[in-house]
């Protein structure tokens, strides 16, 4: 089945500094490439996605990256407030959503 | 909408009792997918519905595991006999198409088997 790897685990930041985490996987087949926000006590919720027709999507202050020949992907926040603290999940689609294992980011005033 | 709806937010049982978990879907979704979460195997897919009917269980980890879905809008997943290490919080999610949308999810159980 698909597997995805998603790097770094944790990720520290001071106030204002961008965050990227990446994704790589191996299954070429998947077209569907969405992230998750999980804070502490919730559920994963759905901030941004891109499709395989895309190369970039941006939403305010996140962004998403895809390079489907090197098979990665990545989410990119700029300008992080300590409300961007939180993990944050990896997902691809083929007939269900794979996820990766998460990184938890860490905003510091 | 109120979303994804699951309860209880907490159970503690012991070991060997039977747990049920309950979820209500978004109206109009017609994919709803049972995960668990742990430190050690982050977001695992147990079982998936389209349709009220199972389409996948090969995540469902062993017999003491079953899920349901009688109507379009209620879902159960229960474990019996439990045991301590199905300690985790589960997620029911829904979606419409399946892999191509993204899911939304519910706010989890967290189950503690002692």
């Known amino acids: 089945g698909e597997n995805v790897e998603q790097h770094p685990s944790t990720l520290s930041v001071q106030e204002g500094d961008s965050a990227v985490i990446k994704c790589t996987y191996s299954?070429?087949?998947?077209?569907?490439f969405p992230w998750y926000k999980q804070e502490l006590g919730k559920g994963p919720q759905l901030i941004i996605d891109?499709?395989?027709?895309?190369g970039e999507k941006k939403d305010q202050r996140i962004a998403v990256t895809l390079n489907k020949t090197a098979k990665h992907f990545s989410l990119h926040i700029t300008e992080t407030q300590p409300e961007d603290s939180a993990v944050y999940f990896c997902?691809?689609?083929?007939?269900?959503?794979?996820f990766g294992k998460g990184t938890m980011l860490l905003v510091s005033p | 909408d109120a979303g994804v709806i699951q309860s209880p937010r907490h159970e503690v049982t012991e070991m060997g009792q039977e747990v049920t978990l309950r979820c209500k879907p978004i109206s109009g979704h017609d994919y709803l997918f049972w995960y668990r979460q742990t430190m050690m195997r982050g977001l695992e897919l147990l079982i998936y519905?389209?349709?009220?009917?199972?389409?996948?269980d090969s995540g469902m980890p062993e017999d003491r595991f079953s899920a349901k879905m009688p109507n379009a809008s209620f879902s159960t997943l229960k474990i019996q006999p439990s045991e301590p290490r199905d300690s985790a919080v589960y997620f029911c999610a829904s979606s419409l198409n399946g892999g191509s949308e993204g899911y939304t999810f519910g706010s989890g159980t967290r189950l503690t088997v002692v």
């Open positions: 997902a691809l689609a083929y007939s269900t959503l794979t």
């Open positions: 519905f389209n349709n009220n009917v199972p389409i996948d």
């Open positions: 891109i499709r395989s027709n895309v």
């Open positions: 299954d070429s087949a998947s077209n569907y």
